[in-house]
């Protein structure tokens, strides 16, 4: 892809429903871009969108909006539907934005990285937490090494609704956590999932999940989420040798807390050996400063969709790209197998 960086680009924008407003608005105020376009079923959602965009093209046929001279499509429907309108868009040479999941097994995700990749054109997810300010704070903190090595990181992602009955809440809500891990993680990669979870409301849709990703050197993750909590929490802490984090996306003034807090080795000898008393060997607590950072917290959903102009007009590959949405899936998918096997621990591939 060359570089053009004053060419307009006309965005056709499939589903208007819960995200799609924010996607629509987000986009349409960036310089040079311009929402031209929306491919929707629902009478009201069309309604919505007219009354914010009055001068642009309306299609109930997504495909024959698809075959239009728009450049870039930014796709925001049910999930199941992912993989068959993100593969037209994408055999069409536009570029696309798609919200998480991907697809909904690893094998549709391969094939749209490669359908991507054949076509020469933008492959995106919509992975809002990499594109967070906070969680970039985090990841300099891991690598610049003030955290000292990760030990293990757990979140919660709870709340009291939105239900949904065609996706559990493991493809619900843990796609963000996961490709927040990865992320954080970067070179490390996870060798298993274990995963338990249980239906309440609807047959066999479970509602809360736990699962547990181990990755190299022995660090773990571990995830909880849910839509029937009575709260909602957004929450992750990282627990590394030197320092620990938590991570509240709910804060409005403390979304990042950096404590000096951890477990010191002390030797009293210059040889490694087998201590022999305690005289040899101590354990020190160590409790210090708690911190809390300031920085500028930009809307992450601004900052993801300039991302995806900037990738489209410049030829960069975006941070959540197909790949990164595809290894999202692949650890869903397995997640998903030993949910259905009673926590059988589930290599992934």
Not at 56 to 64: Q, R
Not at 118 to 125: R, W
Not at 178 to 188: A, E, F, P, R, V
Not at 195 to 208: L, M, P
């Amino acid at each position: 892809m060359s570089k053009n960086n004053n060419k307009e680009i006309n965005v056709l924008q499939i589903g208007y429903g819960y995200w799609g407003p924010n996607l629509a608005r987000n986009l349409n105020n960036i310089p040079g871009v311009r929402m031209a376009a929306l491919s929707d079923v629902s009478k009201k959602s069309i309604d919505k969108f007219k009354g914010n965009f009055p001068d642009t093209e309306i299609y109930k046929d997504w495909k024959k909006a698809l075959k239009e001279d728009y450049e870039a499509v930014v796709i925001s429907t049910p999930a199941e539907l992912h993989f068959e309108m993100t593969k037209f868009a994408l055999e069409e040479g536009k570029h696309v934005l798609v919200e998480k999941p991907l697809a909904l097994s690893s094998g549709e995700s391969e094939i749209l990285v490669e359908t991507a990749e054949k076509s020469g054109v933008t492959l995106m997810v919509g992975h809002t937490f990499l594109y967070n300010s906070a969680v970039r704070k985090i990841k300099d903190y891991i690598d610049n090494g003030e955290l000292g090595d990760i030990y293990y990181l757990y979140s919660h992602r709870l709340n009291l609704g939105k239900v949904r009955s065609d996706l559990n809440s493991l493809w619900n809500f843990a796609p963000h956590d996961i490709s927040i891990i990865l992320y954080l993680m970067g070179d490390k990669k996870p060798k298993n999932v274990t995963s338990r979870g249980f239906a309440y409301i609807q047959n066999d849709i479970e509602d809360v999940v736990f699962f547990t990703l181990e990755f190299d050197d022995s660090v773990s993750a571990h995830v909880h989420v849910s839509w029937i909590d009575p709260n909602k929490v957004r929450k992750m802490t990282i627990v590394g040798s030197k320092k620990m984090v938590v991570y509240d996306d709910v804060s409005n003034d403390a979304k990042i807390q950096l404590f000096d807090k951890g477990v010191d080795k002390q030797y009293n000898s210059n040889k490694l050996q087998d201590f022999d008393s305690y005289g040899d060997f101590q354990l020190l607590l160590r409790a210090g400063d708690m911190v809390v950072p300031k920085f500028d917290f930009i809307e992450p959903l601004k900052v993801e969709c300039r991302h995806f102009i900037d990738c489209i007009r410049n030829g960069e590959k975006p941070e959540t790209d197909g790949q990164h949405g595809l290894n999202v899936v692949k650890i869903l998918e397995a997640a998903q197998v030993s949910l259905k096997n009673n926590g059988k621990t589930i290599n992934i591939e």
